[in-house]
């Protein structure tokens, strides 16, 4: 197991929420 593929993936988790809390927003919004 590579830190950076570790790194990447917690990444990737990071931007998931961010975009669902997003979109959750925007809907809420319009």
Do not use: A, V
Not at 14 to 29: A, G, Q, S, Y
């Amino acid at each position: 197991r590579s830190p950076i593929k570790e790194e990447t993936i917690d990444r990737m988790r990071l931007d998931e929420d961010f975009l669902t809390d997003f979109f959750r927003e925007h809907i809420n919004i319009s």
